[in-house]
T-cell receptor, first 112, second 115 residues
Framework: DQQVKQNSPSLSVQEGRISILNCDYTNSMFDYFLWYKKYPAEGPTFLISISSIKDKNEDGRFTVFLNKSAKHLSLHIVPSQPGDSAVYFCAAITSNTGKLIFGQGTTLQVKP | EPEVTQTPSHQVTQMGQEVILHCVPISNHLYFYWYRQILGQKVEFLVSFYNNEISEKSEIFDDQFSVERPDGSNFTLKIRSTKLEDSAMYFC?????????????FGDGTRLSIL
């Protein structure tokens, strides 16, 4: 099932700089996209979401951008902090099912 | 902040045995889910549950699997006749009323090891 793809398994950035995590999808029926963060030995924690009718949603240091024509979304973290080091999952959902379709995850390391 | 609680954190079981994974969803949530993540692979949807019945299940969720809400607080996943390939992290999630885009809240998972 390759409906949601995160092509970068890992990303390393310096503290204070911007982190950009990318996600591509193939199913044009997805209504919402969500980003989750996961620390080792913990479950995924919801970060931010965006509706398919929007192109941007911002919450503090986190902004998600959606390019529907390219079937691409990205999560921007500014400024990055060492505590942001985790695995980030992109997920998509269609309203009629409610099940989350996850990407493979990207491991972000923020260096002090 | 309310959270989803899963027990045990690690379960080791002999192949062929039955195992029950336990979850206590957030108390006012109405929609419940099980996902699993095999080591090195994606988090995969198994089943969703609402109003005391399964609302959707994946092809993974065959007759070997069942879910139950035995009382007002617990939500269990039973795996009968376990196989080596059932070894994975199993995550329970729940969400409240409203549109399906309401975020699902996850527990910390149960690591299931089949020997």
């Amino acid at each position: 099932d390759q409906q949601v793809k995160q092509n970068s398994p890992s990303l390393s950035v310096q503290e204070g700089r911007i982190s950009i995590l990318n996600c591509d999808y193939t199913n044009s029926m997805f209504d919402y996209f969500l980003w989750y963060k996961k620390y080792p030995a913990e479950g995924p924690t919801f970060l931010i979401s965006i509706s398919s009718i929007k192109d941007k949603n911002e919450d503090g240091r986190f902004t998600v951008f959606l390019n529907k024509s390219a079937k691409h979304l990205s999560l921007h973290i500014v400024p990055s902090q060492p505590g942001d080091s985790a695995v980030y999952f992109c997920a998509a959902i269609t309203s009629n099912t409610g099940k989350l379709i996850f990407g493979q995850g990207t491991t972000l390391q923020v260096k002090p | 902040e309310p959270e989803v609680t899963q027990t045990p954190s690690h379960q080791v079981t002999q192949m062929g045995q039955e195992v029950i994974l336990h979850c206590v969803p957030i108390s006012n949530h109405l929609y419940f889910y099980w996902y699993r993540q095999i080591l090195g692979q994606k988090v995969e949807f198994l089943v969703s549950f609402y109003n005391n019945e399964i609302s959707e299940k994946s092809e993974i969720f065959d007759d070997q699997f069942s879910v139950e809400r035995p009382d007002g607080s617990n939500f269990t996943l039973k795996i009968r006749s376990t196989k080596l390939e059932d070894s994975a992290m199993y995550f329970c999630a729940s969400r409240g009323q409203g549109l399906s885009n309401q975020p699902q809240h996850f527990g910390d998972g149960t690591r299931l090891s089949i020997l």
